[in-house]
């Protein structure tokens, strides 16, 4: 692999000159490797779509969609073709090139953030130093593209992930899944009691319940809530803008999984310190966390019962800011007592 | 990391004569936000990723945004059109920008020849520090004064019809 590497980059050197030989290199390799990471993300998007409906299908004693291709595994190229040769229509009234810019403005944000995503060790497209805060400000500037979202879980997301910092010491996403493979626990051999979902155990649900309400997702779907209001890309939006809306809104479910997965999972560590478990690589163990999380997403939304619009601002503004501010001072005061389990 | 420098100045400058030069409200926010995006790049490229990226969360992200919800509530129409036509034209701004070119002059020639700024990243860690050691006294006196505007903010939003 490294020889192939070295060799496709010789050849660029050989092509442009020196001088340019090495940009042009660095800019190809970047592109292509953008490419292998989105378009996966691509087809995750389409299939966890397919999984939702069966899942929930299964889950309400129905069998779900089960006519295009073996088991409707076919289903999600049917409705992409389907949404493809549907007719776009653009209400007389709108400005026609901000009609067409917003959906594009919510997928962006949710691919861009990628881009600092830890696969397993050394496995990153850009290992950046400050890479949480990278996600944070791409990740804020999804809102432009659904503006009718957004009801300040930003800040309660935030300061629960403070709380990751202050015992990870980093803002490296790598750095901080290497932190937790270390503890008491992790020493025994038990990994996955060290990881920060157990001594962050309230920071942990504040954040996945946040993340919940920040990707639109039922029970905190009021954008979708007929007897509420009806507003946003969904009435007003057809065809292929409609599809990239909700391709944004997927994947933006998957990024906040992975972030989850990352900030408290463990990220690619597996979960028991066994040589059997060890050998799988770590990146398996990644998609398998992240794949846990998502199927929680589609759980909640077939068990609960949708929040009224003042229920989530209450429970944002008085239960999580308030928990999560206390839990931030205890964390602080507690990783200064003999009994931190971080060091 | 010069030259990304300078394209981000460049997009900064253009962006911001647009946000003063466009009439529709919205489409003025959305060029501020192309300019504040681009001062974070400028901020990154003098090796500041950490005020860069507070740059994009708390400006680009979270202030503009409640300026866009506001100029989408108040829903200004062909009225206020007609008003920022009025405001453009040049009669009107004329003896501003020529007493502010005078100004601009006086700071080039007070800036003269600055030496080059040295690119070295400064850490999060870094900023935290200066923050809460030599700064703390105005991150204090800083906070205080927000409080201030919180509680305030939360005086004029009570309503006054409590309990009837």
């Known amino acids: 692999m490294n020889e192939l590497v070295a060799t496709l980059a010789g050849y660029s050197s050989a092509w442009f000159g020196p001088q340019w030989g090495p940009p042009v290199w660095v800019f190809v390799k970047t592109l292509v490797l953008i490419l292998v990471i989105t378009l996966p993300l691509f087809g995750c998007v389409a299939y966890l779509t397919l999984a939702e409906r069966k899942i929930i299908g299964y889950m309400q004693v129905r069998i779900g969609p089960n006519r295009v291709g073996p088991a409707g595994l076919l289903q999600p190229i049917a409705d992409a073709v389907k949404l493809m040769f549907k007719e776009l229509i653009i209400p007389a009234g709108a400005n026609k090139f901000l009609f067409v810019l917003a959906p594009m403005l919510t997928l962006m944000p949710a691919l861009a953030a990628w881009a600092v995503i830890p696969f397993g060790p050394e496995v990153v497209l850009a290992d950046v130093d400050a890479g949480l805060l990278y996600v944070m400000a791409i990740t804020s500037m999804g809102v432009y593209g659904v503006i009718i979202a957004g009801w300040a879980s930003n800040s309660t997301m935030g300061f629960a992930l403070v709380c990751v910092l202050l015992v990870s010491q980093s803002l490296n996403l790598s750095d901080i899944v290497n932190g937790q493979a270390r503890g008491r626990f992790a020493a025994e051999g038990l990994n996955f009691l060290s990881w920060n979902w157990l001594p962050l155990l309230p920071m942990f649900l504040v954040y996945f319940i946040s993340a919940v309400a920040e990707t639109n997702r039922a029970p905190f779907d009021v954008a979708e809530g007929e007897s509420e209001i009806v507003a946003g890309f969904h009435v007003e939006y057809s065809g292929m803008t409609f599809a990239v809306f909700f391709l944004g809104e997927y994947a933006n479910m998957i990024l906040v999984s992975a972030l989850a997965t990352i900030m408290f999972l463990g990220g690619w560590l597996p979960p028991i310190d066994a040589p059997l478990l060890n050998a799988i690589p770590g990146f398996f163990w990644l998609v398998l966390k992240i794949g846990f999380l998502l199927f929680c997403f589609l759980w909640f939304r077939a068990t609960f019962p949708r929040y009224r619009y003042d229920q989530i601002m209450r429970l944002g503004w008085k239960v999580f800011i308030p928990l999560t501010i206390v839990w931030l001072v205890l964390v602080a005061a507690w990783m200064q007592t003999p009994w931190n389990p971080w060091q | ?164």
């Open chain 2, 1 to 164: 990391m010069e030259f990304a420098f300078y394209v981000a100045a460049a997009v900064a400058l253009a962006a911001t004569v647009m946000v003063v030069t466009r009439l529709d409200a919205v489409h003025a926010l959305l060029y501020l936000v192309v300019s504040l995006l681009a001062i974070a790049l400028v901020l990154y490229t003098l090796g500041a990723p950490f005020a860069a990226a507070l740059e994009v969360i708390l400006y680009a992200g979270a202030i503009v945004v409640l300026f866009v919800f506001v100029v989408m509530m108040l829903n200004l129409g062909r009225v206020a059109l007609a008003q920022e036509r009025r405001w453009l034209a040049p009669r009107t701004w004329i003896g501003p920008g020529l007493l502010a070119l005078v100004l601009l002059v006086e700071l080039l020639a007070v800036l003269g020849p600055t030496p080059p700024v040295q690119p070295g990243a400064i850490s999060a860690q870094a900023v935290g520090a200066a923050l809460f050691g030599r700064y703390l006294l105005g991150v204090e006196i800083a906070s205080m004064l927000l409080l201030a505007g919180l509680v305030g903010a939360c005086h004029l939003g009570r309503r006054t019809t409590e309990g009837t």
